[in-house]
């Protein structure tokens, strides 16, 4: 008979099991379930190894709070939407649909093959009508609430993958040093498709956004609040939103139209993170979307061919370029005339979509001056006057101002230039200008723009929009929904603008021909809202249930990678919140608790099929590799795939297999109970309480690690002795019940051997028999103690100790040192303690016939050692004691050698050196 554990050979019997008693579903009527996880994945082809290590942690935690009596919640889906579907229909010459559901069959057999148990009766396909028919009702709530605009803009635009992006879509290509800017100019860094890296361009189109940008505040604000969140994921969200607080400073612009009539005054805000700067101000440009840049180009040839030029530009060739106009503004605190720039540097959605230029203390108003040959003033000087060569004369204009034409200065100082502001520092000034000037005022912004949901490709979720000659963009009634995509046709732009039959229809308003919206969804407005959709996935009149959702939500632990930082995660907060506007939630926040899980590394470098160093899940073994992510680092590392590492894991199966195949093909076993089984029995409960704490925080690794070190004490406690039958086998069926979250199939296939109750999936998880409250403490003790006989043996160089005697302190040493540790307490850290009074305390217990010499002797010592306010904390005496006698064996199997373990006696001089939570020791 084999002791070999095969997992190819258990894992379907498993799967059966588990499948026949539907052991993952989830009732309808539960009480608030444990809402357990994983990102969803997007429907590529195949799982990759970053998928199983989040699927892993999901599962793995969803199967320990099932067996701590929770009902849980633990779905999975399809994120099926998006355009590298239509490439791969395009490529294989078939359609996306037809691909993506091959995909959706091949990722859902590899799902299962690892043994992931979810509640399949909940899985959701994003790219089915009864899904996306509620993305486009969503939109038409949304719509209704003022929430969606339909706008002309300057957007985004991948000229390979044909479509627009969202900001958020758009990345510095990394080899640039793209610098964050406080008013979002277009900077120096290449801006690539995040998707295919292709430089992204300009194009001016009518789009379709979501108004985010009415939550800034609100989706900042929150983040605060997000206790469960890591720190880093909530700090990339902040900078991305970009709250900035500063002033809003209104500017009279004189316009000169005597052409048109269009003359007369203008006011012109602009927004500043340093409105201490203002005196500093030499000139006031406009983007060229603003309303003053196209009212200027209907008077003036220049700007509008300027403002012509920049729309078709690639954002990189913008720079510093920019038209002079005929408009001036006036300074709004000194009255000086200012000149007027229509500049493309100055992005129209970013604050106001102009700004003052103040050349002297900021970067690229600086550059933009130099080019322009404009004055650079500086009006605030560093404190140290470092880098001024003591340079008083602020006001110094243009090309004598040496160092103010060489360096901005961005930082804090002392106002210079500023009239009554002179001398302040920066800081004081800035509240005090805002305060007094009423052309200031006190403003935040945020850097955040609204979220364009518009993309030209065929495999999204139809806009349900029809647009009408007579009643212009009239929504598709909610009773005509879903808007279904047509059927696939290959072209080369947009696939439904080619789809003419579709695209015909009658205006639901006024009877009449309409077309419809061609644009789809972009996908990221699927997974907005997903995680609601599982919690009823088959209803009919709604995209959720709102009554399960007020109970059910927040999702517990939700766990993916930190790439969706901005994205996903941050729409999804935006979502929520405004569902809740809508009536439809009760709740703001849809995730608790969120973790971030590392990325499993090959040679150093992320695996990725296009590096060529993919580990398929499937070549270990499901099991293995499950183990194995889960074993190999806490989930938020990075970790490196060794081959050796995986061995590790394989073999810790193989070592829990073979325990439980011999003893119960062997069942050599003894009835009555010796101090070394009580030892173990502890040492399962202590293992039991250190298991739950790590799966409690997520640390599968040091999960895993108990219970190899467990495994390996009970092979040892049956090489010592035939082992205590009961003791043992409760030792082996803790350790199936406590690897089964990791390795469900061979948690099963031990407990089945064990004749473990019913299946272990739906097993209570163990319990410990006593009170571990100091299992810790214990540990440490039985650990030091063995690790002081090693170190006495090794300096006194004895071959093979004969006897071996570890003597415990008397009592009242354990009386004195808490009288002492408690003292320390009550003076809150600090340790005023007397001695006197201590020692006297002491001496009047019964046990005590030393000296008050002695004990004062003893009181100082543990003064002295235990500095810190943890130091005196030590099992009690008879506790201390009865552990060592427990813990005999141990040294017994280790020396081979007598050992006792004694109570120090009067006039013990070996006894007089023990110390609480350290015995003395002695070794013939
Ligand atoms: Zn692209
Ligand atoms: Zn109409």
């Known amino acids: 008979m084999t002791s070999h554990y095969d997992h190819a050979q258990v894992q379907e019997f498993w799967q059966y099991v588990w499948e026949r008693d539907d052991v993952y579903a989830l009732d309808s009527d539960a009480e608030d379930p444990t809402y357990v996880l994983g990102m969803f994945p997007y429907t590529s082809g195949t799982l990759h190894m970053g998928h199983i290590r989040n699927y892993a942690i999901t599962d793995a935690y969803s199967r320990y709070r099932r067996m701590q009596g929770d009902d849980v919640l633990h779905p999975m889906g399809w994120d099926a939407f998006g355009l590298p579907a239509e490439n791969a229909a395009v490529e294989r010459k078939t359609d996306p649909e037809s691909w993506t559901q091959a995909c959706i069959r091949r990722m859902r057999e590899e799902l299962e093959t690892m043994g992931f148990g979810y509640d399949w009766s909940r899985e959701i396909t994003t790219c089915e009508p009864d899904y996306y028919r509620w993305n486009q009702w969503l939109f038409e709530q949304l719509y209704e609430a003022g929430l969606v605009e339909y706008e002309a803009a300057t957007v985004n635009w991948c000229p390979d993958c044909e479509t627009v992006l969202a900001d958020a879509q758009v990345v510095e290509r990394a080899d640039e040093h793209g610098e964050s800017s406080d008013r979002g100019s277009s900077d120096d860094g290449t801006r690539v498709c995040w998707r295919c890296e292709t430089p992204v361009g300009r194009r001016e189109l009518d789009q379709w956004f979501f108004t985010i940008t009415d939550y800034a505040e609100e989706l900042y604000d929150g983040l605060d609040d997000l206790a469960g969140w890591p720190e880093g994921v909530r700090e990339i969200q902040r900078n991305w939103i970009g709250r900035q607080e500063g002033a809003r400073i209104g500017f009279d612009v004189a316009v000169d139209g005597e052409a048109t009539g269009n003359g007369g005054d203008r006011a012109v805000d602009v927004f500043s993170t340093r409105p201490e700067t203002v005196y500093g101000a030499t000139y006031l440009a406009v983007s060229p979307g603003h309303d003053l840049a196209r009212e200027l180009a209907d008077e003036d040839d220049r700007v509008a061919e300027y403002v012509d030029a920049v729309r078709d530009q690639d954002p990189d060739e913008v720079g510093f370029a920019g038209v002079e106009t005929d408009a001036t503004a006036s300074h709004p605190l000194t009255g000086d005339e200012l000149p007027v720039y229509v500049a493309g540097y100055v992005l129209e959605d970013v604050g106001t979509g102009a700004v003052m230029g103040v050349p002297g203390h900021n970067e690229r108003d600086h550059a933009f001056a130099l080019e322009h040959d404009l004055p650079i003033e500086r009006v605030v000087v560093p404190e140290d006057g470092a880098g001024t060569d003591g340079e008083s004369d602020a006001t110094t ?79 598709v009634p909610e009773e005509e929904l879903p808007v279904e995509l047509p059927e696939f046709v290959q072209t080369t732009g947009n696939p439904l603008d080619a789809a003419e039959e579709w695209k015909q229809t009658t205006c639901p308003e006024c009877g009449g021909p309409a077309e419809r919206e061609t644009d789809t969804m972009d996908t990221f407005v699927d997974s907005s809202w997903y995680f ?277 302190a008397r009592e009242w040493k354990y009386r004195a040192a808490e009288l002492v540790e408690r003292t320390a307490a009550d003076d809150d850290g600090t340790r005023a303690v007397d001695v006197e009074s201590v020692v006297d305390r002491v001496l009047e217990g019964d046990d005590t016939d030393v000296d008050r010499g002695t004990v004062a002797a003893f009181v100082g010592d543990v003064l002295g050692r235990d500095g810190g306010p943890d130091g005196g904390r030590e099992l009690a005496a008879d506790r201390e004691l009865a552990l060592l006698k427990r813990a005999t064996w141990l040294v017994v199997d280790e020396f081979d050698a007598d050992v006792t373990v004694r109570r120090a006696t009067d006039d013990d001089e070996l006894g007089a050196k023990a110390r609480p939570g350290k015995p003395a020791i002695h070794i013939r």
Request: proline share 4%; hydrophobic share 35%; charged share 30%.
């Open 532 to 808: 609601l959709r599982f919690l009823s996935p088959q209803l009919e009149d709604a995209p959720f249930d709102t009554e399960l959702a007020d109970e059910w939500l927040p999702v517990d632990v939700y766990v993916g990678g930190e790439e969706h930082a901005i994205l996903h995660l941050l729409y999804t907060r935006f979502f929520t919140r405004a569902l809740a506007d809508l009536g439809l939630l009760d709740r703001r926040e849809p995730i608790a608790e969120l973790r971030s899980q590392g990325t499993v590394l090959y040679d150093g470098e992320k695996m990725s099929s296009s590096k060529g160093n993919v580990v398929a899940p499937q070549e270990y073994g499901a099991e293995t590799t499950r183990l194995f992510v889960l074993s190999a680092a806490h989930p938020e590392q990075d970790f490196e795939w060794t081959a050796n590492n995986v061995r590790g894991a394989y073999d810790l199966q193989q070592t829990l297999y073979g325990m439980a195949t011999d003893f119960v093909e062997e069942g050599d076993t003894r009835l009555e109970r010796r101090a070394h089984d009580e030892y173990l029995a502890r040492e399962i409960d202590r293992t039991i309480a250190a298991v739950t704490e790590e799966y409690d925080r997520f640390r599968f690794h040091r999960a895993a690690t108990e219970i190899q070190e467990l495994a390996r004490l009970l092979r040892r406690y049956r090489e010592y002795d035939r082992p205590h039958g009961e003791v043992y086998r409760r030792g082996l069926l803790t350790l199936a019940a406590m690897i089964s979250p990791m390795a469900p199939h061979l948690g099963e296939e031990l407990w089945n051997k064990l004749r473990g109750e019913g299946l272990v999936v739906a097993a209570d998880w163990p319990e410990p028999e006593r009170d571990v409250a100091a299992y810790q403490r214990e540990r440490r003790l039985v650990d030091r103690t063995l690790e002081d006989v090693r170190d006495i043996v090794d300096v006194a160089d004895i071959d093979e100790p004969e006897g071996i005697e570890l003597v415990v």
């Open 397 to 475: 204009g243009g090309s004598d101002g040496e160092t103010a034409e060489t360096i901005p200065y961005t930082g804090e100082g002392t106002l210079a230039g500023s009239g009554e502001y002179d001398g302040l520092d920066s800081e004081t000034a800035r509240d005090r200008i805002v305060a007094d000037r009423d052309a200031l005022e006190e403003d935040v912004t945020y850097r955040l723009r609204d979220w364009l949901i518009s993309r030209q490709r065929y495999w999204g979720t139809p806009i349900p929009v029809v647009h009408c000659d007579d009643c212009g963009r009239v929504l």
